[in-house]
């Protein structure tokens, strides 16, 4: 999972902190691909929803 990101504005992330009631760096760990748990999934779906996209880090 750490080599995928999700980008979304920042409204969206405070958004997201307030549907889920999560705090900030919830949402940064989970959108960087740092964790994998269901809240995790539940996030990246959600931002994915509200027009995030997401990036495929690939290694030289």
Do not use: F
């Amino acid at each position: 999972m750490e080599n995928t990101i999700i980008k979304v504005d920042y409204s969206v992330r405070k958004e997201i902190m307030k549907l889920l009631n999560v705090t900030y760096p919830t949402i940064r760990k989970a959108l960087n691909g740092k964790t994998n748990t269901e809240l995790s999934k539940r996030i990246r779906q959600t931002a994915i929803a509200k027009g995030g996209v997401e990036l495929k880090i690939i290694d030289k």
